[in-house]
């Protein structure tokens, strides 16, 4: 049997959501990481009308810490863990009708360029306690470098799936054909380069986001100083000449930068709870326009802007730093 993974909308039973320990990482701005962090799995958790939140501590201290943050539904899973970048580094569960199963993927830190014990182990560690079988995957994805709309349609970006190194002795249909056993791929759209900035090598969870069966959201640029306009309009021309799915304007926060340096800030880093939309928001002008329109986008959800300007010092942002468990 042929197994699929979920588009993000479909209900979850649970999210996995990591959280900040490793001081050196956050550039001496972790308690404002573990704040954004917190204030996101709230939100998600959102009073008990959400999903489970399971928010995943290194040890006993972080978990003192965490629940001096979070509310008193939040779950609280101590695992060690290295980063906090569960999309990336947990397992992404594919389904068939009842069948679940937690495919774990090799992880390469990004090929090789954040080193932290703990990561290789936390995606067989979560699959495994929330009862599900594990299939290790012989080869490297991140859930960041995919998104899916559930009908076996996915997009990703050349720049991510394609570097050398990742997974250097496969061609481009070596990787669908592996995404088609994987997760149920059957249709792939390339996209061309990630975000200037982006630490992953161009996940796609920053540049383009499925909003619903066939219909894929884009930025537009905001303004002349955009740093990502290029890379925008390359996404909009692919999806074009790609043919058959509908193409949502989103607003691009624009220029963020960090202590001087261009952040890979984006508002398609949002993540589809079972009641709300949670939106990365960094201060900037079009902040409040993307929650809108994100909400208009999920009329049975309630969008929520979160600022994010606290995680977006360790190179990610909300839906970076979470996975979700498919119902």
């Keep these: 049997m042929s197994l699929t993974m979920p588009a993000e909308w479909a209900p979850h039973e649970a999210v996995w959501i990591g959280f900040p320990h490793l001081a050196e ?25 959400g999903e489970e939140v399971r928010l995943v501590v290194n040890d006993e201290q972080q978990a003192e810490i965490a629940a001096s943050l979070v509310e008193s539904g939040v779950r609280i899973v101590v695992q060690p863990l290295g980063d906090i970048w569960l999309r990336d580094t947990g397992p992404i569960v594919a389904g068939a009708g009842t ?16 080193v932290m014990p703990g990561d290789l182990e936390i995606g067989a560690a979560l699959g ?47 990787i669908a054909v592996r ?3 994987s997760l149920g791929v059957e249709r792939l759209l390339w996209l061309g380069k990630g975000l200037f900035g982006d630490h992953t090598d161009g996940h796609v969870d920053n540049l383009a986001r499925f909003v619903g069966e066939g219909r894929l959201a884009i930025p537009v640029a905001a303004g002349g100083d955009d740093p990502n306009a290029a890379v925008y309009a390359d996404a909009r021309a692919r999806t074009e000449a790609f043919g058959g799915i509908e193409i949502v304007d989103l607003p691009s926060p624009g ?50 802007g979160i600022d994010a300007r606290g995680i977006i010092v360790g190179g990610g942002s909300f839906h970076c730093s979470s996975q979700q468990l498919p119902a």
């Design 99 to 114: 069948i679940r199963r937690a495919r774990n993927f090799r992880f390469n830190w990004w090929g090789e360029k954040f």
């Design 128 to 174: 495994a306690a929330s009862g599900l079988p594990v299939d290790e995957q012989d080869w490297v994805l991140e859930g960041g470098g995919i998104d899916v709309d559930g009908t076996g349609l996915a997009v990703t970006t050349e720049e991510c799936l394609l570097h050398p190194n990742r997974n250097p002795s496969l061609t481009r249909e070596d």
């Design 179 to 181: 995404l088609h056993q």
């Design 255 to 304: 220029r963020v930068e960090l202590d001087g340096e261009i952040a890979a800030a984006s508002y398609m880093n949002f993540y589809i709870g079972n009641s709300v939309v949670v939106v990365p928001t960094y201060g900037s002008a079009n902040d409040a326009a993307a929650v809108d329109a994100l909400a208009a986008l999920f009329p049975d959800r309630r969008a929520v």
């Design 25 to 49: 990482e956050w550039a001496g701005r972790i308690d404002t990481a573990r704040r954004d962090i917190a204030a996101f799995a709230n939100a998600v958790h959102d009073g008990g009308r």
